[in-house]
């Protein structure tokens, strides 16, 4: 069932089941606090696809994920592809999003570290970028604690109408097992 495993979390492909789930999630003004937006079930369904084919396309996405102990399903941790173009991309994105139940539990920081493993030692990725909002402080220090450095702060080309969320950080993490 699940594609690869940290010490609490497991990681998988998305299926239909979760997107009530997801959309419940997605719905959280909390969760979304660092997002324009709240995401209906529409929306949800819509990037849930996404993920699908991109997994079968790619070998990896923002993988649906769950605890192992009560296999309940948590949010998403993963990699993916950004959407949008910047002068860094093309690149592979390290992202999550939590229900808030399981915020402040190391989940994010565990299933991240988990993540980048796969990207270098089974995708043989030669980095990964993550990317967030400014004042979004707890996702900083998130890409802070897994190893990964800033690299620049930019407009980012989606959010230049919301002057809260318009300033983005960029932080990147290089791949040095490949060629050892």
């Known amino acids: 069932m699940y594609l690869f495993t940290s010490e609490r979390l497991g990681f998988r492909n998305w299926t ?5 789930k997801m959309a419940a999630i997605n719905t959280d003004p909390d969760v979304m606090n660092y997002f324009p937006s709240l995401q209906d079930l529409s929306q949800t369904t819509a990037f ?8 079968e396309d790619k070998n990896f996405t923002y993988f649906a994920t769950e ?3 009560t296999r309940e399903f948590i949010g998403f941790i993963g990699i993916s592809i950004p959407t949008f173009e910047a002068e860094f991309t093309p ?43 400014e004042v979004n402080k707890p996702s900083e220090g998130v890409m802070k604690k897994i190893g ?29 097992i490949s060629g050892t």
């Not at 239909?16 to 009530?20: I, K, Q, S």
């Not at 849930?48 to 997994?55: C, D, L, T």
């Not at 702060?153 to 959010?159: I, R």
């Open 67 to 69: 605890l192992l102990s």
């Open 148 to 176: 990964m450095s800033k690299i620049l702060t930019f407009s980012h080309p989606l959010l230049q109408n919301d002057e809260r969320l318009n300033y983005c950080v960029l932080y990147k993490i290089t791949n040095n």
């Open 91 to 133: 690149c592979v994105d390290m992202g999550w999003r939590l229900d808030k139940k399981y915020w402040n539990k190391g989940y994010a920081s565990e299933g991240a570290a988990r993540c980048i493993g796969y990207a270098f030692e089974v995708l043989e990725l030669q980095e990964v970028v993550a990317i967030c909002p």
């Open 48 to 55: 849930i696809e996404r993920m699908q084919k991109q997994y």
């Open 16 to 20: 239909e089941a979760d997107v009530p």
